[in-house]
């Protein structure tokens, strides 16, 4: 009885204060309401889900070979388990101090799972598609864009001036450049420069071009960081007899980091959306796979449907991505011990 | 200083010719593709009937049987090429840099494409005649352009289909008021909506948007075509010997239409020429005599293995754009030379 009381006192004053207030709300509502239903009646009733049911594993995997399909689904279920961890884990634990390494590892794992060679059958680069190398062109570029993001902004508060100027120029040109010019440059112009023959395969020109490019504006999120940081902390250092490099190393770096991941998380997840631009240069992945769905006479028309889907998936890489974050944060806090 | 460093440039640029011209009398890339034994196919992958993917992952289309008649052909096998997805900023660049062997990505062939002052591409015979169409609802009981006039027709404003429409038009004297649209979509919708009589497009993607219709029987495509679009496959500039192989590979396609020679009948033919000595043309160009795939630097049972795989040009034509597949398009200019088309095939001897 009392908590219907609680209940309709909360309504009334976070509904209907006024009569303004309920006419306001109760409009607003209708809308949401009849938006919701048309929704719900066009996803039950008329959307037609056969390109996606049909091709499930395809947005998944590509057109990878069906005898070795055990690998990317290896891979896949091997970040899956490491986030459901990561996500689970207590906060201080042994364990804990394992997890970067081994989600730095994720990478190379699987790129010898998707490429194959020692031991097992070797998979050309042409032939990964799907979530699978929207995954791996992320990891991949996020992977070597941080180390180096790190590097130019260390570089750019350098004392050594070719090395100052030479970072900085790196940056501001970086940022310059709208991220297609430089994707197209890395798929069209890279390879007319190299000798006959020789030839670094799509993938990973992509990932080059997308880790030279997100570097550049991580180097300016960590510089944000390391200026956060007063002064007094490397003359307090300095007094404690540390030398440069143990001062960066220990006091200055790790807290620069915890400041700035809130912008990497963004950038993060801004570089796993950019790998969409990809389809329009060629690569299968999870886009680019939607595009030669809807080219199927069996699919014709289905547009809708195909890009609600894929709106779905992006947005449940983001969230995870998110969620991620700021289970990271939140282990990282130092406030409240 | 300046004397030291002209002269380093100088060896330097030297050095790079060198390298330019050793790499001139490389190899034909035919022969590159023997000993890789795999065709690099460039397609596009997102057009209907042309190049798409399938549900369980693997390319098809028109494109594609090209790509699979020239493995067969170059390789014995049709499975032994690999689909390099291309999109049209990228494709000639792919060719220019040995990404791929072969285009076979719907590629319009035109002087500036074909010329060393352009592209420097070499084209092989067109695949598929292409042109701007007009559809019509079937119970308009239209059939012939002339019967449009006075007609709003519905347009993509800005391109040359817009003008095509125009000089087409203005050439018969017939007069029409154009409703213009920004893309293919809309001017799908408004002919829907029974904005105008009839819309125009490239007949082939006429005929794609037509199978996401509710009824697409209800609308033709009539046979008056407005512009000129052969597609045609493509490989790299100077290099005779792959650009022969191509060429006739192509070729082989419409003569066994010609002939009547077809994926059920082949070995029956096979037989039948083994047995009658007189047969002569048959059998040099089943390779029972050799001499022909010699000459093009293949095996002389090229064309043999080519209709195995594929079938001829009139089997495929059916198999992805014919009455009973998903995105029928009426032959008209892609009939053989014989039913008032255009393909023909120079005679293979």
New interface residues.
């Given amino acids: 009885m009392k908590k219907l009381e609680t209940i309709s006192r909360y309504i009334k004053r976070n509904f209907a204060s006024s009569k303004l207030d309920l006419t306001i709300n109760t409009f607003l509502l209708f809308i949401i309401w009849s938006f919701l239903v048309k929704i719900i009646y066009w996803i039950r009733f008329n959307a037609e889900w056969d390109i996606v049911t049909k091709n499930f594993p395809l947005y998944l995997f590509g057109s990878y070979p069906k005898a070795e399909l055990w690998r990317p689904t290896l891979w896949i279920s091997v970040i899956i388990t490491l986030i459901i961890v990561t996500l689970s884990c207590p906060r201080k634990n042994n364990y804990t101090k394992l997890l970067p390494i081994i989600w730095i590892l994720i990478v190379p794992l699987g790129i010898f799972l998707l490429a194959g060679g020692i031991g097992i059958t070797p998979v050309a680069s042409t032939d990964w598609g799907g979530i699978t190398l929207t995954l791996c062109l992320t990891l991949s570029s996020g992977l070597l864009s941080l180390p180096l993001g790190i590097l130019l902004a260390i570089g750019r508060q350098s004392n050594l001036f070719a090395i100052r100027k030479f970072c900085k120029l790196y940056i501001e040109f970086m940022r310059a450049m709208p991220l297609i010019a430089v994707l197209f440059f890395g798929q069209l112009l890279i390879p007319i420069f190299l000798p006959m023959g020789l030839e670094i395969n799509r993938v990973m020109r992509a990932v080059l071009a997308f880790s030279l490019f997100t570097a550049s504006y991580i180097a300016e999120d960590i510089r944000g960081g390391l200026q956060a940081i007063p002064n007094t902390q490397n003359e307090a250092a300095a007094a404690l007899g540390l030398d440069s490099i143990q001062t960066f190393q220990l006091i200055i770096m790790p807290q620069a980091i915890k400041i700035s991941l809130p912008a990497l998380t963004n950038q993060a997840i801004g570089l796993l959306q950019n790998t969409s631009l990809m389809s329009i240069l060629g690569l299968v992945e999870i886009f680019g796979i939607s595009r030669s769905l809807l080219a199927n006479p069996n699919f014709i028309g289905k547009y809708l449907e195909g890009y609600v889907w894929l709106a779905c998936i992006y947005w449940l890489i983001c969230t995870l991505m998110a969620l991620l974050s700021k289970n990271l944060e939140s282990k990282l806090n130092t406030d409240n011990i | 200083m300046i004397k030291l460093y002209l002269t380093g440039l100088m060896s330097l640029t030297l050095m790079l010719s060198g390298?330019a011209s050793l790499?001139n009398d490389?190899r034909s890339r035919l022969d590159l593709i023997k000993t890789r034994d795999k065709l690099i196919c460039g397609v596009s992958?997102?057009?209907?009937?042309f190049?798409?993917?399938?549900?369980d992952?693997?390319y098809q289309g028109i494109d594609i049987e090209i790509c699979k008649a020239l493995a067969a052909a170059f390789l014995g096998s049709p499975n032994k090429v690999?689909?390099?997805?291309?999109?049209a900023?990228?494709r000639f660049?792919a060719i220019?840099?040995?990404?791929i062997d072969v285009l076979s990505r719907n590629t319009t062939f035109n002087l500036s494409r074909d010329s060393i002052g352009g592209n420097g591409l070499t084209f092989a015979p067109v695949v598929f005649y292409d042109g701007q169409g007009l559809m019509v609802k079937s119970n308009s009981k239209i059939t012939r352009i002339e019967q449009l006039n006075d007609a709003n027709i519905c347009v993509g404003s800005g391109t040359t289909t817009e003008q095509n429409l125009n000089d087409a038009f203005e050439e018969k004297k017939i007069n029409y008021k154009p409703i213009k649209y920004q893309d293919l979509n809309q001017v799908v919708a408004g002919y829907l909506q029974g904005r105008c009589k009839a819309m125009t497009s490239d007949r082939s993607q006429l005929a794609?948007a037509r199978?996401?219709f509710k009824n697409p029987n209800r609308h033709i495509i009539l046979n008056d075509v407005l512009s000129k679009e052969p597609l045609a496959p493509a490989s790299i500039g100077g290099d005779q010997k792959l650009a022969d192989a191509v060429r006739w590979v192509i070729y082989s396609l419409i003569t066994a239409e010609e002939l009547d020679i077809n994926k059920a009948n082949i070995d029956k033919k096979i037989k039948l020429a083994t047995e009658d000595k007189s047969k002569t043309s048959l059998r040099r160009l089943l390779g029972i005599d050799p001499g022909l795939g010699q000459k093009i630097g293949l095996s002389d049972d090229f064309f043999v293995n080519i209709i195995k795989s594929t079938g001829n040009y009139g089997d495929i034509y059916n198999k992805h754009l014919g009455k009973d597949?998903?995105?029928p398009i009426p032959r008209g200019l892609n009939n053989l030379y014989s039913k008032d088309g255009l393909h023909i095939a120079p005679p293979m001897k």
């Fill in positions: 390298c790499e490389k992958g997102k057009i209907p009937g190049s798409f993917l399938k549900s992952g693997s690999q689909y390099r997805p291309l999109t900023p990228e660049t220019k840099t040995g990404e794609a199978t996401g597949s998903n995105l």
